[in-house]
């Protein structure tokens, strides 16, 4: 048993009842390439991650959510008939409002989710069901995945408890439309505004494979990484500068990148290639232009990974990895110093590529690595932190692994 499964088993004991109904979980993620792209419509390339979020779920007597976590201990309780009430109106306001602490709104989002997505109530009713027999639930959560590491903890919470609303409210859902109530979640009610990258890849993740995703289609397909037989290991550098990208930085970029589409006259940056560029420079002012471009050559290098995953493996990658950070640090601009240090660092040690991943303006930076030449890689990392007067960052290695589930 893992140890945050174990805490979610023993913190849904404070609810003052027996054992739960289950224990459902889903993993954070890490991106190999493809940043920012996902709401421009583009391409990416995410995989689950070991690390989880644990859903330990309890079916109610009467019509009550309640959610507890460890982040907060203190149990926070919404009436199933008042979640409409409480999450209608502009995206974010309950949270912004105070109405419900942001931990909270995670899991409570995603039930309300169900409303606009047509999961909860449109499909009880479309399956003949009663929406009055949707029972109350008791959720406690626990996880182990890094929270502002840009590991998409909040994805991994949102994963865990639709998973487990879709087995005890007998929803009938797919994968997929278990992403969507996660992102309708994280935009609406929580009010950041993502793409739905973070929420396929914890949702469909595959042992050892990493998921193309379509942003527009939503097809995906299932590429194997091969690290294992290669003899490689993905380093993930927590530099501990926090992020929180529903405000500020990201917001611009997303409406830099609406921008840039509607200047050239495209329904998203997806309808752009590399061979748009030259007539965007000309029509778009400088920092517009730089935005368009990182969006634009990152979903081709995307593509390019993918081919080259395919063709020779893993070990032919490692200059896309260099070009997508070079691209986010110098036309993005969503790198910062103890990003750039965690990947001149790497790459000076020997790792074949690095890349800060995530949203950006801090967060977390992936190497790819020799397994034998781990510890050497982090060693220099962690110099160099200190020679810039950094907090020391926090290196761990992650590995591909499986999607949301049922656990118990």
Known sequence: MTGAREQAEQLFGEFGRGRPDGVWSAPGRANLIGE??????GFVLPFAIEHRTYAAVGIRADRTLRVISTLDRQP??????????????PAGHAVAEGT???W????LGVAWAAYPLGVAWAALAATGRPAAEVAGLDIALASDVPVGAGLSSSAAIEGATASALNDLWELGLDGLSIAKIGRTAENEAVGAPTGIMDQVSSTLGRLDAATFLDCRTLETASVDLGFTATGLA????????KHAHSTGGYRERRASCEKGAAEMGVPSL?????ADLPRAEEALDDVTFRRVRHIVTENQRVLDTVEALRAAGPLAIGELLVASHASMRDDFEISVAELDTAVDAALGAGALGARMTGGGFGGAAIALVEADSLDVVSRAVEEAFAERGFTAPHTFTVTPSEGARRDV
């Open 36 to 41: 920012h792209t996902d709401y421009n419509e």
């Open 76 to 89: 926070f309780a919404l009436s199933l008939d008042a979640l409409a009430a409480t999450f209608d109106g």
């Open 100 to 102: 419900v602490p942001e």
């Open 104 to 107: 909270a709104a995670y899991p």
């Open 234 to 241: 993905l380093l993930v550098i927590d530099t501990r500068v």
């Open 270 to 274: 997806r309808d752009l290639s590399v």
